[in-house]
Every structure is written in structure tokens, then in C-alpha cells.
């Protein structure tokens, strides 16, 4: 079967850093995206890593490593308002997105 | 522009009950899907369709329906309502069909609860 795995929740203070990984196993790879997801709202489009490596958006960075099956979402510089769900979708063969359960990501003061 | 809507924002349904959810998008996306996100799982995908005039099954399709007369709405159907569609339902959009992966939009939610 398919499967995409996130850490279920995670706590981090304001102004540092936070990783949120995920791993995949899944028929086929086209592409992997991250979402960030405030709660009562629609996720919204974070990053999309094709090719291994890392893809820098200001604050927010991605990582894909194809053989390895895994990709990390890297978030500098923690404000409050970071805190959300963190998904992570992978395309598969049929290009249908399988989605992670979400990181729920707790910024502290 | 509204990018993608969904109708209605909440609802609260007797088991038994015919419901449609609406989802309308201006942005003239080719591909239109409905997911059902559930507490402790990832969003799951209901039905979807590539272009107007098609539709497919996802993951979790029994029990629901769609249709897609033209390119702006696609919307979800239960037939007899169940406790265990209560969830929330997201309505996305992406601008290419099928072989191409593309970024998907979503609408704001519909939160169902079926009594």
C-alpha cells in the first residue's frame, strides 16, 4: 500500500528553527508537496520538490532525497504565526496526491 | 477574484438525508477534486475529474457522487446521509488534467455533521 509518515505533532519556540520530516513509500513519484494548514482552514501551498535537493522559499525550505524516500520541511526564524498543520503530499504513478496525516507544529513564546 | 467556493460553510444532517455540497472556481482550472479530511488521517480523495464532462473515483467514492457539467462547478452528492460522512469536506482546483502534476487550490471547507 501507500504510505506517507509525519510526526503527529511538534512544539518549537518563536525565533528558532524547526524540521518536520516525512517519509514515503508509495507506487510511483512525480513530485512532492508541502502545505501549510492553519486550524478551521484550507491548506494552502507551501514548497514542490521534483528533483532531489534542497529548494529555498525565504523563511521556509524544502528537502527531497528520491532514493531515500524522504523529505524535510526546514522553517527559520519561528514566529507564532507558524503555528499550523504541516502536510506533506506525494504524486504517485496516476498523479493522484497521497497525503500525510499532518505535523501539527506548537510555537512557543 | 474568489478563487474557489465552497457552499455551505457547515451544516448539520439527519442520517437519511439527500445532501449536496457546491464547489464553484473562477480561475478556469481543468482539474477539480473533493476530499474529506478526518481528525488522525490525511486528506482523503473522494471523487475528481480532469476536465468537464469527466469524473473518477478516488480513494473513498461509496456513498457519494459527483458531476461536472462545465469547467467552474463540481459538486458532491450524498445520496443518504450516514454518521460516518460526518467530516470536513474540501473542494481543489488545479489548472492541468491528468498526466502532469500540478499544484492543487483548496476552498475554504464544508464542515458536515450527520446526527
Known amino acids: 500500500g501507500q504510505n506517507i509518515d509525519q510526526p503527529t505533532e511538534m512544539t518549537a519556540t518563536e525565533g528558532a528553527i524547526v524540521q518536520i520530516n516525512c517519509t514515503y513509500q508509495?507506487?510511483?513519484?512525480?513530485?512532492l508537496f508541502w502545505y501549510q494548514q492553519h486550524a478551521g482552514e484550507a491548506p494552502t501551498f507551501l514548497s514542490y520538490?521534483?528533483l532531489d535537493g534542497l529548494e529555498e522559499k525565504g523563511r521556509f525550505s524544502s528537502f527531497l532525497s528520491r532514493s531515500k524516500g524522504y523529505s524535510y520541511l526546514l522553517l527559520k526564524e519561528l514566529q507564532m504565526k507558524d503555528s499550523a498543520s504541516y502536510l506533506c503530499?506525494?504524486?504517485?504513478?496516476?498523479?493522484?496526491?497521497?497525503w500525510g496525516a499532518g505535523t501539527k507544529l506548537i510555537i512557543k513564546p | 477574484i474568489a478563487g474557489i467556493t465552497q457552499a455551505p460553510t457547515s451544516q448539520i444532517l439527519a442520517a437519511g438525508r439527500r445532501m449536496t455540497l457546491r464547489c464553484t472556481q473562477d480561475?478556469?482550472?481543468?482539474?477539480m477534486y473533493w476530499y474529506r479530511q478526518d481528525l488522525g488521517l490525511g486528506l482523503r480523495l473522494i471523487h475528481y475529474?480532469?476536465?468537464?464532462?469527466?469524473?473518477g473515483k478516488g480513494e473513498v467514492p461509496d456513498g457519494y457522487s459527483v458531476s461536472r457539467a462545465n469547467t467552474d462547478d463540481f459538486p458532491l452528492t450524498l445520496a443518504s446521509a450516514v454518521p460516518s460522512q460526518t467530516s470536513v469536506y474540501f473542494c481543489?482546483?488545479?489548472?492541468?488534467?491528468?498526466?502532469?502534476?500540478?499544484?492543487?487550490?483548496f476552498g475554504p471547507g464544508t464542515r458536515l455533521t450527520v446526527l
Open positions: 481543489a482546483s488545479s489548472d492541468s488534467g491528468r498526466g502532469e502534476t500540478d499544484t492543487q487550490y
Open positions: 480561475m478556469r482550472h481543468n482539474a
Open positions: 475529474s480532469n476536465t468537464a464532462g469527466t469524473t
Open positions: 508509495t507506487s510511483g513519484f512525480n513530485g
Open positions: 520538490n521534483v
Open positions: 503530499a506525494v504524486s504517485d504513478s496516476n498523479y493522484q496526491l497521497i
